[in-house]
């Protein structure tokens, strides 16, 4: 079906929402059980509203977390359909939304989804943050190609560092629709120095890659993993809001998640 053949419904229909398994996902990562991670996907839509018990429209900036050990990942389209089927759709009170959402996302998800729903004063008193590190951007390099290769990144040196490490050049494509996936990839990691200017044209080279969201966090994470051996590794990848709603997908060898921020293109 065209996205000009696309029903956007706005009567509650949770049959709208398809799963995609991670499973078939990572066995080209060559990631199996146990998780060689921990992680969440944060989920941010910007433009989700209902009626209230009266009729009269409620909107909020809706906050979803998918945990990395779901059994299926959620498709955005779908995702974003789901949500506007609200629309019109009365609902008693903020908690029944919050309730209503979150039991259907767990079922197609196979793992506790939680939802928050944030007033507009509270997104204003959220802000839009910054990294925290140092960018990547300021490098003045040449790049020739543009095709996912992992032989970009190296280590520098023996020394041993603990760096954060950001850039907001990173492009890679949805494989469904093929539209561009914009993003800011922010990287923790300690262990020995890793190659800037490689792992800067490692990222880069994701500009005409096809890959989910969380599979493209996931393949990055598993890249530096394997090729440069830190001791710890975080992998922050805020992607830019489309139709409305963005994905924070956060994986990292810490059972504790650090904090996200939310960044200027979201």
Known sequence: MSSNDTEYVTTYRPSLLEPVWRKEQRAALGITDPLPFHGTDLWNAYEFTWLNGKGRPEVAQLSLEVPSRSVNMIESKSLKLYLGSCANTRFSD???????????????????????????????????????????????????????????????????????????????????????DHASILIHYSGKRISHEGLLRYLISYRDHADFAEQVTERIYMDIANRCQPDGLSVHAHFSRRGGIDIIPFRSSEETPSGVVRSWRQ
């Not at 908690?95 to 509270?122: F, G, I, K, W, Y």
Request: with cysteine; proline share 6%.
């Open 94 to 180: 903020r908690a029944e939304v919050a309730c209503r959402l979150e039991t259907d996302l767990t079922l197609v998800a196979q793992a506790p989804v939680s939802v928050a729903l944030h007033t507009p004063d509270q997104v204003e008193q959220a802000g839009i943050g910054s990294m925290v590190g140092q960018t990547l951007d300021a490098l003045d390099i040449g790049v020739e190609e543009f095709s996912w290769d992992p032989e970009h990144l190296s280590v520098e040196s023996q020394n041993l560092v603990k760096e954060s490490l950001y850039t907001h050049l990173f492009k890679s494509r949805c494989p469904l629709t093929g539209q561009p």
